[in-house]
């Protein structure tokens, strides 16, 4: 048993690295908010130490005693934040945090990056992880936050601190409380498929398989490397599809040209500069046109492969909100 401390722990990844954590043993403490809300661990026998990763003073107290520090905490719903915001928390705050984890003498640290900050491949071939980013910063500033927090890692390795990148694809499942992937069961599930779906595809895996894969890489990772976490390529008229059979709604027959994404990602950036809400943000729109998939390969020899299947973490995600009410299930068509 080590104890482990876990930035981020009440949100989606990080409550199912808490729960799994609990589930094998050890003695975790989570770092939060006072006002962060805690839902998806209230029922788990585990510490809380509250603070924020842009606080160094609060990280130095909750790191100390703790051999792991499984660093998630992000802003991740990056099309709602503000920009200023989002670079604080992703980049200062994992600084913070590597620095709390030095001064406490961790033995090792888990940073949760992303596949965004991974670079794309020309004809759409799998990226793995010796792909730069190469996404101009104004067109993903999210990947390019994790790209210069990833840096901040590499730094604090190269001064003797063991650290492993993880970098998720697109996260469902359960307990996604803030509607971020599962935002698009939600938006279906409502009435609000759209009448087209995208030319794209992307990578996906289920958010308890990440967090396996987190405890996985506690254990066994190698400082200093970054492990690319994926279960299955899927277009989006496939995802469209099967999320819509799931939740009984029409689905989109209908292909968005290639051509019309990026003159739509520029209307719906002019929009959202004026303050209108919108449900997606520009940088989607413009990467839903292109095939975003990655090759896990690297993480599966090290880790194990995933073990949920896409339509079970849909299921699983669709039901987890009708029974938390956040959604009302439908008849089906």
Aim: charged share 20%; hydrophobic share 45%; aromatic share 8%.
């Amino acid at each position: 048993m080590v104890r482990a401390l876990v930035t981020g722990g009440t949100g989606f990844l990080g409550a199912h690295i808490v729960r799994a954590l609990v589930e094998a043993g050890h003695d975790v403490r989570v770092l939060r908010r006072a006002s962060s809300r805690t839902d998806l661990i209230a029922d788990l026998p585990i510490e809380h130490a509250l603070g924020d990763v842009t606080e160094p003073e609060s990280l130095r107290a909750a790191a100390q005693g703790c051999a792991w520090v499984f660093h998630t905490a992000a802003v991740a719903d990056y099309w709602r934040a503000p920009r200023a915001k989002m670079y604080q928390v992703n980049v200062e705050g994992t600084r913070n945090v590597l620095q709390a984890a030095r001064a406490a003498g961790v033995q090792r640290l888990i940073f949760t990056s992303s596949a965004a900050a991974v670079g794309l491949r020309a004809n759409g071939r799998p990226s793995d992880e010796s792909v730069a980013f190469n996404l101009p910063p104004w067109r993903f500033p999210y990947g390019h936050s994790k790209v210069l927090a990833e840096r901040e890692v590499a730094k604090a390795v190269e001064s003797g601190l063991s650290a492993v990148t993880l970098n998720p694809s697109v996260i469902f499942g359960p307990g996604d409380l803030n509607l971020i992937s599962g935002s698009l069961i939600a938006e279906f599930a409502r009435g609000r498929a759209p009448l087209f779906y995208p030319a794209g595809a992307v990578t996906v895996i289920d958010v308890r398989d990440v967090a396996q894969a987190h405890l996985a890489a506690a254990e066994r990772g190698v400082s200093g490397e970054r492990y690319i976490l994926g279960a299955q390529d899927v277009t989006y008229r496939e995802l469209f599809a099967m999320i819509c059979e799931i939740v009984g709604a029409r689905e989109p027959r209908l292909p968005l040209p290639k051509a019309l994404a990026t003159p739509l990602a520029y209307a719906v950036g002019a929009l959202s500069r004026f303050g209108v809400k919108l449900p997606v943000s520009a940088d989607q729109i413009w990467l839903s046109a292109r095939r975003v998939v990655f090759d896990s390969s690297k993480a599966r020899a090290a880790f194990g492969a995933p073990r949920i299947s896409l339509r079970q973490s849909l299921e699983d995600t669709y039901q987890w909100y009708v029974q938390h009410g956040l959604i009302v299930k439908r008849t089906r068509r």
